[in-house]
């Protein structure tokens, strides 16, 4: 099997700016980018060559894209304390983040400061609210009983303020910047709440005058891409029409979509499919390789865990992770619900090589949860410096690493359109 997009820089584009909304601690714009390290077992060889950039004997350095976050927002101060300490001090990014609601500064836009929004924006992205459709929450929808500030309405503008309606203040941000490309994402769960991915869709094709193609929106798990873990997401994808080239917009408008053209990134894992040309998904024992005990380690993120005592197996997150197959969905919880590395024998653990050598019982990692989700080693959850503006806990590292979007299933979908970037858009 031979299949590899290949991004030629000759004579292209050298940046695509992303404004990325929702951002959380940046799972997305990380992905976005790329240029982080990997295990190698997530990357197909024959699909993905040039992916392979050994860095030792288990990772691999992925190639840089042409996107370049210049505008990031979220309402969560501790998000923008992770996302600050690892894009601002790592990556030396230029991008400005916002810590206020998408609402509010979508109002000040129209109250005239027209200078909110950057110029020159070729993608926005964002990941709107998902408690509201997630089957693990109580499934409101659009009729969200919690605002824009994550708290309880009480305003006249209920409905349009409500955090389930968040995407549309999303396409009035797309109505303003204008894109050539747009992506969304949210839970599964969307999918199969009455017609909402449906109502989404159309509410997407409307921007700018029906001004944008917003292709049929699809739901990815996580683990056909190369993440250790079980997580889907339904991405929407939306093209500016008179961007795109004549013969794109044909081909995006038929359904199914010429495979050329298809934007959504091919299957390199087989999780869902089963396939011989595949490999086999990433297990959470390759991706926790190399990790020492929290009693080891000067990594903060891997010194701290929930130490929640064990509550019965009737309980959510009260399981050992299957080391051998792919991790739980790390969820936006924290103590309680944060699944248990391994249980003792009397509470049904079952990892005995680990129990016979005398490990305690505890629950995941701060670090193995973000190993889980794909995020690199250098990017640090738990923060505790006088430099910085705020300190992170563990409890809330839990929190936004679980709200992330894996970075490697973003990178599948940023590496796809890069390459096709000047197949579907017009030149200048």
Not at 62 to 74: C, G, S
Not at 183 to 207: C, P, Y
Not at 407 to 415: D, G, S, T
């Amino acid at each position: 099997m031979k299949y590899e997009e290949t991004i030629q820089t000759a004579g292209k584009v050298n940046t695509l700016r992303v404004l990325s909304l929702f951002s959380g601690c940046g799972g997305l714009d990380l992905g976005i980018e790329g240029d982080f390290l990997v295990l190698r077992h997530s990357i197909h060889p024959e699909i993905h060559p040039y992916w392979d950039n050994p860095v030792g004997e288990h990772w691999s350095l992925l190639p840089k894209t042409r996107f370049q976050n210049v505008f990031a927002n979220d309402i969560n101060q501790d998000a923008q304390t992770a996302w600050r300490k690892y894009f601002v001090e790592q990556r030396k990014s230029k991008a400005d983040y916002h810590l206020e609601s998408i609402v509010d500064l979508v109002k000040r836009y129209r109250a005239g400061e027209k200078d909110i929004f950057p110029d020159g924006v070729d993608v926005v992205t964002g990941g709107f609210p998902c408690q509201d459709f997630s089957v693990a929450g109580k499934r409101l929808g659009f009729f969200s009983d919690k605002g824009h500030h994550g708290k309880s309405l009480d305003s006249e503008n209920a409905f349009e303020e409500s955090r389930g309606t968040l995407y549309l203040w999303m396409r009035e941000v797309i109505s303003i910047t204008k894109p050539k490309l747009f992506i969304a994402e949210n839970v599964k769960g969307l999918v199969n709440l009455g017609d909402a991915k449906q109502i989404i869709e159309e509410d997407f094709s409307t921007i700018a005058g029906n001004g944008y193609l917003v292709v049929p929106a699809k739901v990815l798990h996580a683990a056909d891409y190369g993440v250790p873990q079980s997580r889907e997401r339904v991405i929407f994808f939306g093209f500016r029409k008179d961007q795109l080239r004549e013969e794109a917009l044909a081909a995006l408008s038929m359904n199914p979509i010429p495979s050329e053209y298809d934007p959504y990134p091919v299957q390199t894992h087989s999780f869902t499919q089963k396939n011989n040309s595949l490999m086999e998904p990433v297990t959470v024992r390759q991706a926790l390789i190399d990790l020492l005990e929290p009693s080891e380690t000067k990594d903060l993120s891997q010194q701290k865990f929930s130490k929640a005592k064990f509550m019965g197996k009737h309980c959510q997150g009260q399981t050992e992770v299957k080391l051998d197959s792919i991790g739980p969905t790390i969820r936006s919880e924290h103590h309680g619900n944060i699944e248990f590395r391994r249980l003792s024998a009397p509470n049904g653990g079952v990892i005995f090589e680990e129990l016979f050598q005398g490990l305690p019982e505890r629950r995941l990692t701060i670090r193995e949860c973000a190993r889980i989700q794909t995020f690199p080693d250098d990017y640090e959850f738990v923060i505790s410096s006088p430099n910085s503006a705020k300190n992170l806990s563990a409890s809330s590292a839990y929190k936004i690493i679980g709200n992330a979007v894996p970075p490697l299933l973003a990178y599948h979908i940023a590496y796809r359109m890069d390459s096709l970037w000047e197949k579907l858009f017009k030149g200048e």
